[in-house]
């Protein structure tokens, strides 16, 4: 395994928030890929990997409540929480 993906696993599992690692991440998959050749197995690995973060960062987005929800689930009885059958 190359030096570049063992740096790129040590980044994803790191603490940091994905949207902190994806610009390093972009800039790893760049590097590799300019370095190795657009078809090479180091270059398909790291683009993988940032699709992967991209991926995973949507999906946690998609589940984040809006402070609405958050609201309307401490006060279901409140009118802006009320929904109307048309």
């Known amino acids: ?20 690692q994806l610009p390093s991440m972009l800039e790893q ?13 180091e270059c398909v690995a790291a683009w993988d990997a940032v699709e992967e973060v991209q991926a995973a960062s949507a999906d946690r987005r998609l589940h ?14 409140a009118l802006e929480c009320r929904i109307y059958d048309v």
């Open 1 to 20: 395994m190359s030096k570049l993906l063992e740096t790129n696993a040590l980044e994803t599992n790191s603490t940091a928030p994905l949207e902190e």
């Open 29 to 41: 998959a760049r590097i590799a890929c300019s370095t190795n050749g657009d078809l090479s197995s």
């Open 64 to 77: 984040l409540k809006t402070s609405l929800d958050r609201y309307c689930d401490e006060r279901p009885d």
